[in-house]
């Protein structure tokens, strides 16, 4: 399984940015799917769910603010962020769980730089 995230950048608070994450080597719409993020100094933490029946979770940090979801003909999971805030800069990782709800492939990260 391949993961490739894109779409972030430079945004001003307030701003919106989606992010993107191409799927190959596997059926996405068959797997649970998760955003995570880590800014400097920090531990990498989850930001969103997206299971394979369509259910989503989301961090208190984003709930509101942040939509995950994906697009089966193209194969590929998107976060949709909304109202941002110079705390949502960090390299933004897509990432498929395992049963155990566990990251299992990761793609290379995107930054998302926000400027207040």
């Not at 955003?35 to 509101?64: C, F, I, M, N």
């Amino acid at each position: 399984v391949q993961l490739q995230a894109s779409g972030g950048g430079l945004v001003q608070a307030g701003g919106s940015l989606r992010l993107s994450c191409e799927v190959s080597g596997s059926t996405l719409k068959l797997k649970r799917m998760a955003w995570h993020r880590q800014a400097p100094g920090k531990k990498r933490e989850l930001v969103a769910v997206l299971t394979s029946g369509s259910t989503t979770r989301y961090a208190d940090s984003g709930k509101g603010r942040f939509t995950i979801s994906r697009d089966d003909a193209k194969n590929t999971l998107y976060l949709q962020m909304n109202s941002l805030k110079p705390e949502d800069t960090a390299v933004y990782y897509c990432a498929n769980l395992n049963t155990g709800w566990r990251p299992e492939y990761w793609g290379q990260g995107t930054q998302v730089t926000v400027s207040s």
